[in-house]
């Protein structure tokens, strides 16, 4: 039975009708505001992060220097306990790892020990790691600010990592380091002074733009009117 007003309907986009979930709105939000609202340069530093070829060369480093899986701690554990049950002595090889967990990095920083310091620029709260980058420059540690706090759990096992550090290098990945270094070295520490007085967020909406944009062309307009 067909009557009148109840046709099929054109398709629409019907995105804004959809209910996210909370997580999803809040993040959008937290997006917004920071583009709307004037953002100091201590927080807006989180933004400049690593470019992709660095990042990429970054994670090829620390996959080589991955916390050691469950399987392999039960075997040092075992070997161990075998050693002191026989009576020998156990000396385990020591391992080549990345250091994490934010109290760790800092007293690593704090004693100059840490090569190279990668902080995750999602990090929430952000005042976890928010004083972190003045540390290493004041330290004359390299650091740099990375993608994804989930993609550096990884690195460790863990669901999330605010911050890595390299502290112990193998002879042969020294070069590597040092290239990658260098790079970040340039573009973090090299360019703190600039960092610190770079302000963020303040861009307006499209309708807000489109309303300044109104209200300059009318203002050329009486310009005009009082010339004549």
């Avoid at 080589?64 to 701690?73: A, M």
Wanted: a positive charge; proline letters at 4%.
């Amino acid at each position: 039975m067909v009557c009148f007003g109840q046709d099929i309907q054109p398709k629409r986009d019907l995105t804004r009708f959809v209910k996210w979930p909370q997580y999803v709105r809040l993040q959008r939000q937290r997006k917004i505001l920071n583009q709307r609202l004037k953002v100091p340069p201590t927080i807006h530093q989180f933004t400049r992060v690593l470019d992709k070829n660095t990042a990429t060369q970054a994670f090829k480093l620390l996959d080589k220097y991955r916390t050691e899986t469950k399987v392999d701690k039960k075997k040092r554990l075992l070997a161990a306990a075998t050693a002191k049950t026989e009576g020998k002595k156990y000396e385990p090889k020591k391992p080549y790892v990345v250091k994490y967990g934010i109290n760790h990095i800092t007293a690593l920083v704090e004693a100059k020990k840490a090569k190279l310091v990668l902080i995750a620029d999602d990090v929430d709260p952000i005042e976890i790691v928010l004083w972190l980058p003045a540390l290493c420059r004041k330290m004359q540690v390299p650091y740099g600010i990375i993608k994804s706090k989930s993609r550096l759990g990884t690195v460790v096992r863990k669901k999330t990592a605010t911050a890595l550090a390299f502290v112990d290098i193998r002879d042969e990945d020294k070069s590597s380091l040092n290239n990658l270094v260098n790079v970040i070295k340039s573009n973090y520490n090299d360019k703190f002074d600039e960092i610190r007085r770079q302000w963020g967020g303040g861009i307006m909406g499209v309708k807000s733009q489109a309303m300044m944009a109104k209200r300059e062309k009318a203002a050329g307009r009486e310009a005009k009117k009082f010339e004549v």
